[in-house]
């Protein structure tokens, strides 16, 4: 679920704790997360809802003005969901990846980034993608992944796998290496 960043601001504070949002099947389920620029947003509670039975209070809970929610709504098909939601705190790869891993975390790292290439069908992959972000930080993913013959796609779905571990880190425009990436790219290299 997308969220304007100035609504993302208000969840933090708490001003803002209710969605809506128009879909043809639940995309959240109530005890669900999802991270965003600001941390995380937890899904407290996700159940269909009459646009007929929605109120000004319901309007200002989620950052806007009832006229203005029902024109939202309008523009998609689909069941009416109000999401509940609540602020979850920062985002845990943030203060992973700034974090140095030592000798056994290293380690560890290594073993998951070799299963990854093993188990992937076109072969060893995370050493050459950490090299690329290393040496091209701040670069469209869709160059970077042209430039070695793949779709921008499922080149991001990798980098997000690396970024799960707090290997790499986005930036407006493609990516760089975390502290923590550097220092596993150090450990593949030796």
């Known amino acids: 679920m997308l969220f304007p960043n100035a609504d993302l601001e208000r969840i933090r504070t708490g001003e803002v704790d ?41 309007a200002r809970r989620a950052g806007t003005t009832l006229p203005d929610l029902l024109a939202f709504l309008a523009r998609k098909d689909g069941e009416v969901y109000r999401i509940e ?60 992944a042209a430039s070695i013959g793949r779709e921008k796609k499922p080149f991001k779905a990798d980098i997000r796998r690396l970024k799960e571990l707090g290997l790499t880190e986005s930036l407006p425009v493609g990516y760089r290496l975390s502290p923590r990436g550097r220092a596993v790219l150090r450990a593949l290299r030796s």
């Open 18 to 58: 209710l969605a809506f949002r128009r879909w043809k099947r639940p995309m959240h389920v109530a005890g669900g997360r999802q991270r965003t620029r600001m941390g995380v947003v937890e899904f407290v509670s996700v159940a269909p809802v009459s646009p007929d039975s929605l109120t000004e209070d319901d």
């Open 85 to 144: 939601m609540r602020y979850g705190g920062d985002d845990e790869r943030v203060a992973l990846r700034t974090k140095r891993p030592g000798k056994k975390e290293t380690d560890a790292l290594l073993a998951k980034l070799a299963d990854m290439d093993r188990r992937s069908r076109r072969g060893p992959w995370t050493r050459e993608h950490l090299e690329l972000i290393e040496a091209r930080p701040g670069e469209l993913a869709e160059t970077i």
